[in-house]
Each structure stands twice: as C-alpha cells, then as structure tokens.
T-cell receptor, first 109, second 113 residues
Framework: GQQVMQIPQYQHVQEGEDFTTYCNSSTTLSNIQWYKQRPGGHPVFLIQLVKSGEVKKQKRLTFQFGEAKKNSSLHITATQTTDVGTYFCAGRFTDKLIFGTGTRLQVFP | EAQVTQNPRYLITVTGKKLTVTCSQNMNHEYMSWYRQDPGLGLRQIYYSMNVEVTDKGDVPEGYKVSRKEKRNFPLILESPSPNQTSLYFC????????????FGQGTRLTVV
C-alpha cells in the first residue's frame, strides 16, 4: 500500500538554528500537504504543493516538492520557540490523504 | 465559526462496552475522515467518506464502524473496544475529495481498560 515516510522523528535545536524535515513516498503523489500540530493540539494546515519542483515560502518556512512528486521537504530558517510542535507531511493518493509519521521539533531558548 | 466538533474530548471505558465518538462539521464539506494518532506512527486513516452514504476503509479499519447518514455528521463506532484501541482520535473534513486542506477536530483521547 501507499506509504509516506518522514525523517527525522525528533529534532532538538537551539533557537536561531535552522531545521529541515524530509518526506518520502513509495509512489507518485497527486499533491502533498504540510500540517503543524502544537503540543496538546490538533493538526493545522500549513500549505499544499501540487506541481513538480514547486517551491513555496511562508515567512521563515520554505516548502519544496520533488521533481518526481515523490518527496518533499520543509525548511525553517532561524527557528523560534513558537515553532515548537510536530510537523506532518500528508500525501494525496486519489481519495486518500496519507500522513507521514511526523517530526517533533523542540526549540531551546 | 467554521469548525469540526468532536465529542467527547476524553473517554475512559472498559473492554467490550460499545461506544460512539461523534463528529460534526458546519462547513458543508463533502469529505470526512477519521484518524488515530499513536506515538511513532503518526496519523493513520481509519475510515473516510466522500459524501452522504458513501464510506470506505482507510489503512486501519479493523474494530471500527462509521456511518454517513447526513452530510454534517460522521460518527465513529467501536462495537467492542479493546485495549489496543487506546489512542488519540481525530475527525477531519475537506470541501471535496482531492481538494485543499483538511480541517481537524480537537481530538478525542480514548482509553480502554
């Protein structure tokens, strides 16, 4: 079946350092979405990427979709304590939205 | 306010006692789904529904049932809960299949003893 793998599982950074999480699919995706879940909260949509090679930015966050539409990354520049949480990618396979295992980010002040 | 509402937020129950977790959305969304979240496993889809009276299995449907009699409601039913169904459950909705973002409910933390 379809699988979406995400690495790393955990990342601890000092405030101001950069952070990247990677997402890989076993099959080609229709699109990929990214979500953030704050501790104790629910996943909240960040962005969707649809086109091969697409790059989108949201302030300090940069999202990329691979050329083969099988991988994606989220990069945060100069992390802040407000970035703490778990980041999930989610790949769209026709009717299903398959989530990655998530990367838990901890930021130390 | 546009939202997805789940109830209850917390539930402790005993093995074998049937329970229902309700989910309701007020955004007229066609697509609804249930996920369970477990440490190290991320969010796994249990069931989804593309519209009224249309439901299908996700990746981990065993031990669960759903129904979609009305567009706004998508309850999750555990006929005979077991301890391995102890988890955090999320209901989500989207405007339509394959469209943009999924809106999540606040979550239901279920413990089966």
């Amino acid at each position: 079946g379809q699988q979406v793998m995400q690495i790393p599982q955990y990342q601890h950074v000092q405030e101001g350092e950069d952070f990247t999480t990677y997402c890989n699919s076993s099959t080609t995706l229709s699109n990929i979405q990214w979500y953030k879940q704050r501790p104790g909260g629910h996943p909240v949509f960040l962005i969707q990427l649809v086109k091969s090679g697409e790059v989108k930015k949201q302030k300090r966050l940069t999202f990329q979709f691979g050329e083969a539409k099988k991988n994606s990354s989220l990069h945060i520049t100069a992390t802040q304590t407000t970035d703490v949480g778990t980041y999930f990618c989610a790949g769209r396979f026709t009717d299903k939205l398959i989530f990655g295992t998530g990367t838990r980010l901890q930021v130390f002040p | 306010e546009a939202q997805v509402t789940q109830n209850p937020r917390y539930l402790i129950t005993v093995t074998g006692k049937k329970l229902t977790v309700t989910c309701s959305q007020n955004m007229n969304h066609e697509y609804m789904s249930w996920y369970r979240q477990d440490p190290g496993l991320g969010l796994r889809q249990i069931y989804y529904s593309m519209n009224v009276e249309v439901t299908d299995k996700g990746d981990v449907p065993e031990g669960y049932k759903v129904s979609r009699k009305e567009k706004r409601n998508f309850p999750l039913i555990l006929e005979s809960p077991s301890p391995n169904q102890t988890s955090l459950y999320f209901c989500a909705s989207s405007p339509r299949t394959g469209s943009t973002e999924a809106f999540f409910g606040q979550g239901t933390r279920l413990t089966v003893v």
